[in-house]
């Protein structure tokens, strides 16, 4: 049996649309993006080598951030 994952489109959304917990859940996935870009934004710099370059994940926060302020 093979299992069809969802896009992260997909699972954003249905998280946003078929919680049991209603509309209560947006809030929440927005104050949690909220929280994590803020964090993300204001991080010390990153060691080492990573996958994804931090200035360009700093500029991700800094968009989400940007966009929850503007909405």
Partial sequence: ???????NTQFI???????GQGALI????IEA???YAE???DA?????QTFIS???WKNCARECLE???NR
């Fill in 26 to 29: 947006q809030a929440f996935v």
């Fill in 54 to 56: 931090q200035d360009v």
């Fill in 13 to 19: 959304h249905d998280l946003m649309t078929k919680s």
């Fill in 44 to 48: 010390e710099p990153w060691k080492g």
């Fill in 33 to 35: 993006i909220r929280d």
């Fill in 67 to 69: 966009a929850i302020d």
């Fill in 1 to 7: 049996m093979q299992i069809k994952h969802k896009t």
């Fill in 39 to 41: 964090r993300a934004r």
